[in-house]
């Protein structure tokens, strides 16, 4: 892609000890940032929270990958271990999985991408982030002052009636943050709709955009669904409402449906961005074109829309019909075509590539790998004869850490180490960043494929006491927690030694395509100098090459 | 106001946008994908009243009978004047016409309010006949009147629950469109009315339609279950 110089070359400043005016240093003051409406210093704000985030739900990790180590309850009383691991879902998956790459590399990365000044509703933005930290600070507080026992997912009549926990104020403070959700999502649409910038097509939009697109749907249209659960068990506890009281009458089933309605989708918000962050990568970093672009940019909407139709895939065993059931079960199988064609795409893509073994390939190869065996034990799942073995084991908690941690995870820090530069005009330091991604790989699968093992020979999930022949596997598990655990806080030192220390980066230290990277870094306030015109296809290293 | 002001209303064209068309469209495809994000929290609630429904038929049609279909059937007359007064502030708006922008603001805020009288109005009434099912408040069904056994009639909270849940959360949103409106009365108070700066009362328009739509729907869901 290339910028159209409208204007006469300037003459070069004399010493360039000023720094060009850009989004960081535009102010320094505390309320320059808390009331900025820049999408990137809004990017930066919610990077800082959702790490916060990320550590509480890993400390509530820690312990009770500290409690399994052996199997009698050592550590923690049962209690404390019914909250400790709804602590951890619940933070992670509200609070740092669904806003993670969208909320931060989306925001950073979305405006640039197409060409524009900023999001379509920069306030909105804003006040986005604010329903994030007040919705996620409030249930932080809230579970750990009180604590929360009934798993991230809040089934009835537990949830309403029988759990002496705090599960209200948690189910506001997630209806407060699925605000931020979909405020988000609807502002990612209309920007994407309507704020491309010149020749900027839809398909040449980068495959960042269209999977980012692909999750706002989701955002949007599922999002309210979950709000009106939380809203009926919130009346249902606060004020005796008994909607899904089997007493009165009501279904307990009826909340899995409206629940499993928007978290199974919210799955699809968790892993889509981190498939749109790989397909960069791997187009980057072989420097080859996305191979099968329009298939790729296809297969997320495929996946958003059949994400919608998967839901009963969670209740084979808790009542709903055995016709359902198969329906559900042939849906379910479904979903793994569009992502089999990304995975594939991604090979093929590296076929005869310029390959170049930098920090965010390495993230890059172990989200295929990793993603590829979560997906393939979602089959597994997805069978409802299988399913009946292996539901609510181990087995299902590795399946979905393989997807999310293995899959999500590895594709944010690929991303950031990747748009690192961009955002900060500095380079991490790459042997460190290197071998801790290997760290996090290696620990990575020690703690959950043990896991896989003790779900397939009957090790329930959510049980903190366990029968004697379990105890090697968790232990290898725990040792994992514990690599893993320190393989993360090695990017966390580095990047932010890196702020100050790093090597300056220049606008394009990958020599990459894509407008993000036609930009100084860090970027001016509104990204541009001058509206940029597009005139090629995304991932045009054929071009490049000629031109270098 | 002395019409020599030069302030110009806040939604003139802002930074991020190239010119006034791109920002009109930003701003209509916004409201309309919030709609939607409407149209899928009241599908929650329509979803699980629907199920209920045809779980306990008897139940739900004897408590239907209780509710008054009178006054729900003026609400559903008011609300549709309010959402005419809509319609037409915003062609005053468009066409920058700024008293009868203010009074058709004020006629759609007063429709508005009006709905909400009568609504609570029902609500009172339910509470002096014991149909509140919440915890700590006596319930009471007579189920012999309606030919209902005593589990079917405590059936009706259900009914009673979603009621209160439905129409309850769309007075929530009655509140909020008229914060909307009254934020919009005092612009056009304040600020003169040009051809524009209409976009803020045409989007907020679209939400007042949804708020009406909504209740089109409830009123009939709620109200006429056992009329064939």
């Known amino acids: ?548 | 106001m002395s019409d020599t002001t030069t302030a110009h209303a806040p939604s003139t064209l802002v930074h991020q946008f190239d010119d006034i068309e791109q920002q009109r469209l930003a701003d209509t495809m916004g409201m309309w994908l919030f709609l939607a994000t409407e149209v899928l929290l009241f599908g929650g609630l329509f979803t699980t009243f629907f199920v209920y429904r045809s779980m306990h038929h008897e139940a739900f049609i004897a408590a239907c009978q209780t509710l008054d279909m009178v006054g729900g059937g003026i609400n559903t007359g008011v609300l549709l004047c309010s959402s005419l007064t809509m319609a037409l502030a915003v062609h005053a708006a468009q066409s920058a016409d700024r008293r009868k922008l203010i009074a058709l603001l004020l006629a759609t805020m007063v429709l508005g309010l009006a709905f909400l009288v009568i609504k609570f109005s029902e609500y009172a009434h339910k509470y002096h006949e014991h149909h509140i099912p919440i915890r700590g408040m006596a319930f009471h069904f007579d189920g012999e009147e309606h030919g209902l056994d005593a589990a079917h009639a405590e059936e009706t909270k259900l009914f009673y629950g979603l009621y209160f849940a439905m129409t309850g959360v769309h007075a929530a949103h009655m509140f909020i469109g008229l914060t909307i409106l009254s934020i919009l009365l005092v612009r056009a108070l304040r600020y003169p009315t040009t051809t524009e700066n209409y976009m803020p009362v045409e989007i907020s328009g679209l939400y007042w339609h949804l708020i009406d739509l909504v209740w089109i729907y409830l009123y009939p869901t709620l109200y006429l279950i056992d009329l064939h």
């Not at chain 1, 839901?311 to 079960?329: C, I, K, L, N, T």
């Not at chain 1, 295929?368 to 997906?375: E, R, S, V, W």
């Not at chain 1, 968790?474 to 030192?493: K, T």
């Open chain 1, 1 to 548: 892609m290339s910028i159209v110089e409208e204007l006469p070359a300037v003459p070069s400043p004399a010493p360039v000890e000023v720094p060009e005016p850009n989004y960081l240093n535009a102010g320094y003051t505390l309320r320059s940032w808390l009331l900025t409406t820049d999408h990137k210093r809004i990017g930066i704000l919610y990077l800082i929270s959702i790490t916060f985030f990320f550590f509480v739900g890993g400390a509530a990790a820690t312990l009770f990958r500290l409690e399994l180590m052996t199997p009698g309850a050592d550590l923690v009383e049962s209690e404390t271990y019914n909250k400790l691991f709804t602590m951890h879902g619940v933070l992670m998956i509200f609070f740092f999985l669904i806003p993670s790459i969208p909320a931060v590399l989306g925001n950073f990365l979305i405006p640039m991408m197409i060409g524009a000044r900023d999001l379509a509703f920069p306030k909105l933005n804003l006040i986005s982030w604010y329903l994030l930290v007040i919705g996620g600070l409030f249930t932080t507080w809230v579970m750990l002052v009180g604590g929360v026992d009934t798993g991230w997912t809040f089934y009835t009549p537990y949830s309403s009636t029988y759990s002496n926990t705090y599960v209200m104020v948690t189910a506001i403070g997630i209806f407060i943050t699925g605000f931020s959700s979909i405020l988000t999502g609807l502002n990612f649409i209309v920007t994407i709709h309507t704020m491309r910038a010149p020749g900027m097509t839809w398909f040449r939009l980068p495959l960042f955009v269209w999977s980012s697109y692909a999750t706002s749907l989701i955002n949007v249209l599922g999002t309210p669904v979950l709000a009106a659960a939380l809203l009926l068990i919130a009346l249902e506890r606060g004020l005796g409402i008994g909607i899904f009281d089997p007493a009165l009458g009501g279904d307990p089933i009826l909340f899995q449906h409206l629940f499993w309605f928007y978290s199974h989708p919210a799955v699809y918000i968790m892993v889509l961005p981190a498939m749109g962050v790989e397909s960069e990568l791997v187009a980057h970093f072989t420097r080859n074109r996305v191979f099968g672009y329009k298939f790729v940019a296809m297969a997320s909407l495929a996946i958003a829309l059949l994400g919608f139709l998967v839901w009963g895939h969670h209740m084979f065993v808790s009542g709903q019909s055995y016709f359902a059931g198969v329906v559900f079960s042939a849906l379910s199988y479904m979903i793994a075509i569009p992502s089999a064609i990304k995975v594939f795409n991604w090979t093929t893509t590296m076929y005869g590539g310029t390959i170049r073994w930098d920090t965010p390939l390495l993230y890059a190869m172990g989200f295929i790998g990793l993603f590829t065996l979560g997906g393939l034990t979602g089959l597994f799942l997805a069978a409802p004869s299988l399913d009946i073995h292996m539901h609510d084991t181990y087995f299902v908690v590795a399946h979905f850490h393989y997807i999310m941690v293995g899959g999500t995870v590895m594709a944010y820090l690929g991303g950031i180490h990747f748009w690192w530069p961009k955002m900060f005009g500095r380079m991490y330091p790459e042997s460190w960043a290197r071998f801790s991604a290997i760290l996090i790989f290696v620990g990575f699968n020690l703690t959950f494929f043990p896991q896989f093992i003790l779900g397939y020979t009957g090790m329930p999930r959510r049980y903190h006491i366990y029968a004697e022949e379990f105890q090697v596997l968790n232990v290898m598990s725990s040792a994992g927690a514990s690599i893993l655990g320190v393989g993360y806080l090695f990017p966390m030192c580095y990047l932010f030694w890196s702020l100050k220390y790093g090597k300056p980066a220049g606008p394009n230290p990958w020599n990459a395509t894509g407008l993000e990277w036609q930009t100084p870094s860090p970027p001016p306030t509104e990204n541009f100098p001058i509206t940029p015109i597009v005139d090629e296809a995304p991932y045009a290293y054929h071009h490049k090459e000629l031109t270098h």
